[in-house]
């Protein structure tokens, strides 16, 4: 289970870099969220992968065997909350740059940067 | 519980400022008033950290490691009090800086969002909870960076944003995969559980991501790019906030995390954060020399700037770390006292482009004395404040017997001094494109009191350099030995 996950944050990760090098803002922002679900995957990974033991202590015990930590799980929604929230906000952004800068190729936006024009 | 006042204090005086909105004017009382009391927070935990050594306090009464703690030691407590400062001299500047528009769309709320995240940062002991408050700054910085909607503010968003975001992801990698080896997100019982594994690939791994992250937001080389491209985009008020304080959290988490944490010492990383700070200090004064608008040309001493206390704490040596914390400290105030002082010069001249500027000597000589002593400072001018962090800097590399990063530091020293001067002649020196009867705007007191202020608190650093020395020395050995902090958190060890 751990190898198909890890094999499937790679994939996520190479196929989000891959549209992360287009140049363009949309493409770079869909990248970015499957990097950043390759993210949440590696963290899911780190509390153990069990089948079927639900985390519960039974009476009487300080801890138990063979049943996946619950915290990073914890954290992972964290991560995923906090990652909807940016990924909103720069969604809006790409569209408003589209809509003020009119351009999508990140390469073209020098409006910040008066001079750096490459002249063609 | 001392502890928390600079979180919950900027967060509810954002929720006012919200609940005020309709009203400039409430909004603007709530948000000073807010300020000062951050401020005065912000003090009582400086004067608690400097007399009893290192406070933890246990979010919910839950005991370390297993609940979220809140740590100050020396380091903390100074940021923090740093924080408070910067706040009210910058929401002071603002009332006459930001626009009426911008005060509209959440301008109060968002700086205060900003420097809730802030003051969390530098003060959790936990490193799950520091990617948080890394989140809560971030997102505020990005409401508060296009505020505006102009289309230089939404272009240099967009690199500002791309950047950031790759970090935050790298962030949060990095902490699961500490996670995953060590079992736990407390940085003091990180510190125990890691102690021995120095070589471990997995804890490499996490800290190579950790790094990563943190060069971004500090704008270390080649992660810098960010910067220059948006922190002159928006209004000088958050323009100086951000220069003062957001990329300062970057180096503050390097410092603490890679000596609390990691130990780095004789690791891969160790080079590389060594010859990426030279590399900072390079392109930073070199940008600066090549640019032609006070903004950009500040924009690139900040990077210089971060070079030089990265470089600091890369040595490693106890005079170093203290030359870098000291670099730090009073970097903070410097960088909030020049771009306050570029607004005011733009607001007198009408503009902050080299060529259309100029006069102000001619015509307004005491504003240009108090802009001069900032400016002198980042150069590194005795008596200033920036000149004693960089003789420290110099000594300790000298001790280590490494001519070059002493040469290093002395030229970044040099362009640092030439990029002001030619600001200064061409803003202040030269005559205004107009006559100098083009000036004919005055400066009120919202815009006086805090540039006068900061700029009495640089000299005051710099004729007191004994006490501030004393101070980061001490804060020198609690980053190189932090038994006082693990004992704070996790009591005395048995």
Known sequence: ?120 | MLLFWPVVIPFFTAVLTLLAWRSPEIQRGLSLMGAFALLASALAIFSHTLNYGPVAAQAGGWDAPFGITMVADALSATMVLLVGVVATAVILFSFSDVTREEEHFGYHPLTHALLAGLGGAFLTGDIFNMYVWFEVMLIASFGLLVIGGQPNQIAGAIKYVGLNLIATVAFIAGVGLLYGTAGTVNMSDLHNVLNGREGDSVVTASAAFLLFAFASKAALFPLFFWLPASYHTPSFSTSAMFSALVTKVGVYALFRVFSLVYDIEGSILEPILLWGAVLTMAFGVFGALSQSSVRRVLGYTIIGSIGMMILGFAVGSRLAVAAGVFYLFQDVLVKAALFLSAGATARLTGSELFARSGGVWRSRPFFAVVLLIPALSLAGVPPLSGFWPKLMLVQATLEQGSWFLAFATLATGFFMLFAVARVWSAVIWSAHPDGDRAITRTLDGPTWAPLVSLTLLVIFIGLNAGNFVDLTLTIADQIIDPTAYLTAVLGEPK
């Open chain 1, 1 to 120: 289970m751990e190898i198909m996950l890890a094999v499937l944050a790679g994939f996520l990760v190479s196929a989000g870099a891959y549209l992360m090098m287009s140049g363009k803002t949309l493409p770079y922002l869909f990248g970015l969220t499957m990097i950043s679900n390759a993210a949440n995957i590696i963290i899911f990974c780190a509390g153990r992968l069990t089948f079927g033991a639900p985390p519960l202590i039974p009476e009487g015990e300080k801890y138990i065997e063979g049943a996946a930590n619950a915290l990073p799980q914890a954290l992972v929604l964290t991560a995923i909350v906090i990652g909807f929230g940016l990924l909103v906000f720069a969604l809006t952004l790409a569209y408003r740059s589209w809509f003020v800068l009119g351009t999508v190729e990140m390469d073209d936006m020098h409006e910040s940067e008066p001079g750096t024009e490459v002249i063609s």
